[in-house]
């Protein structure tokens, strides 16, 4: 399995654009997490999905983000209009629920807002 | 609401040492502990999961162990080495916190050869 795949790997955007984070999780995986992580606040759980359904999104730190999962293979994290402040690495995690103490994260997603 | 933290927050040691990571939470009422490892520039992995029942895991050299009551855990890593450079984070999943894991600071280690 290639495990969990996020895109782009890197990103540099303008403050004001809109930034778009996909993310493909483990096949057969039901639920999926977003996280972001800085030196400040570390690891931050913004939102997680079952079955394609957003269960809790009280992280998600404002109305400039937004969360979607169309199907079971993959998933968006949109902020717009992006601030410098949304500068963080974001990082997609999938699970199983059999097994789904086993959490799986993808390499992560390097945004920088200049 | 659930805190984990982590000290040191960062720690160096010669190669060959032996060394304790720790790992404290303020609610108990958790359903399992878990320590990851983080390498710069990439995610994190998984290295022991430990569960509200159980005392300890362990597999190679790592040993973690928990104490529920106290909101306390340790990873153990024995003769370390270069390549544990790394940041080592715990999570815990608290029962009234759904699937959410809540993570620790992190401890970043470097191993001198």
């Known amino acids: 399995d290639a495990g969990v795949i996020q895109s782009p790997r890197h990103e540099v955007t303008e403050m004001g654009q809109e930034v778009t984070l996909r993310c493909k999780p483990i096949?057969?995986?039901?639920?999926l997490f977003w996280y972001r992580q800085t030196m400040m606040r570390g690891l931050e759980l913004l939102i997680y999905?079952?079955?394609?359904?957003?269960?809790?999104d009280s992280g998600m730190p404002e109305d400039r983000f937004s969360a979607k999962m169309p199907n079971a293979s993959f998933s968006t994290l949109k902020i717009q209009p992006s601030e410098p402040r949304d500068s963080a690495v974001y990082f997609c995690?999938?699970?199983?629920?059999?097994?789904?103490?086993?959490?799986?994260f993808g390499e992560g997603s390097w945004l920088t807002v200049v | 609401k659930q805190e984990v933290t982590q000290i040191p927050a960062a720690l160096s040691v010669p190669e060959g040492e032996n060394l304790v990571l720790n790992c404290s939470f303020t609610?108990?009422?958790?359903?399992?502990l878990q320590w990851f490892r983080q390498d710069p520039g990439k995610g994190l992995t998984s290295l022991l999961l430990?569960?509200?029942?159980?005392r300890e895991q362990t597999s190679g050299r790592l040993n973690a162990s928990l104490d529920k009551s106290s909101g306390r855990s340790t990873l153990y890593i024995a003769a370390s080495q270069p390549g544990d450079s790394a940041t080592y984070l715990c999570?815990?999943?608290?029962?009234?916190?759904?699937?959410?894991?809540?993570f620790g600071g992190g401890t970043r280690l470097m191993v001198k050869p």
């Open positions: 995690a999938s699970s199983f629920p059999a097994r789904r103490n086993t959490i799986y």
């Open positions: 096949s057969g995986h039901d639920y």
């Open positions: 999905f079952n079955n394609n359904v957003p269960i809790d």
């Open positions: 609610d108990s009422a958790i359903y399992n």
């Open positions: 430990i569960q509200s029942s159980q």
């Open positions: 999570a815990v999943r608290t029962y009234n916190a759904g699937n959410m894991l809540t």
